[in-house]
T-cell receptor
């Protein structure tokens, strides 16, 4: 059973427009959410995160929104740039007690920004 | 510091053979994680080390898998009697205690192909 779901395998957006990537989760124990960006042949790179006690976190062109009641989060990229083309993974963490911030990932959404 | 280093980048092996991968984390990071990513999926947690102690193991880590982190520095992941289902990208990540929840640093991974 997938605890973190990214239902859109791919998304195409024109350069300069907004990209919105969505993520749903089922485990109410998750207390921290992260977005990672991955280019081919590279490992995932941390992009932005949000604690479960917040509903919005902004970093430059990237904003993450969290709706706890709906168990939904989204990543907004404004304006989108061709260099943003990559696979974006949503991940969630619950502190295990053993000191491990084990991450549960979604399957990813491939974003293509068209010049 | 050049980030998290993983070797080899690619490994092709015959079914039934043993393979070993190495991960060199960022030097000041005391936490080290192994994840596995199969085609079309997000990374899945395998195991976690804090310094030299292996504190968590996923049920995905069958008896054929073993991981070590002697002296709390580099780590190795060994797969014995490889099976075709072991074909995947094996990702290593590290983080420090402070800021551990803000996202780890991943390596570029070792891609294993079992033929």
């Amino acid at each position: 059973d997938q605890q973190v779901k990214q239902n859109s395998p791919s998304l195409s957006v024109q350069e300069g427009r907004i990209s919105i990537l969505n993520c749903d989760y089922t485990n109410s124990m998750f207390d921290y959410f992260l977005w990672y960006k991955k280019y081919p042949a590279e490992g995932p790179t941390f992009l932005i995160s949000i604690s479960s006690i917040k509903d919005k976190n902004e970093d430059g062109r990237f904003t993450v929104f969290l709706n706890k009641s709906a168990k939904h989060l989204s990543l907004h990229i404004v304006p989108s740039q061709p260099g943003d083309s990559a696979v974006y993974f949503c991940a969630a963490s619950d502190y295990s007690g053993a000191g491990s911030y084990q991450l549960t990932f979604g399957k990813g959404t491939k974003l293509s920004v068209i010049p | 510091d050049t980030g998290v280093s993983q070797n080899p980048r690619h490994k092709i092996t015959k079914r039934g053979q043993n393979v070993t991968f190495r991960c060199d984390p960022i030097s000041e990071h005391n936490r080290l994680y192994w994840y596995r990513q199969t085609l079309g999926q997000g990374p899945e947690f395998l195991t976690y080390f804090q310094n030299e102690a292996q504190l968590e193991k996923s049920r995905l880590l069958s008896d054929r898998f073993s991981a070590e982190r002697p002296k709390g520095s580099f780590s190795t992941l060994e797969i014995q009697r490889t099976e075709q289902g072991d074909s995947a990208m094996y990702l290593c990540a590290s983080s420090s205690t402070i800021g551990a929840i803000y996202g780890y640093t991943f390596g570029s991974g070792t891609r294993l192909t079992v033929v």
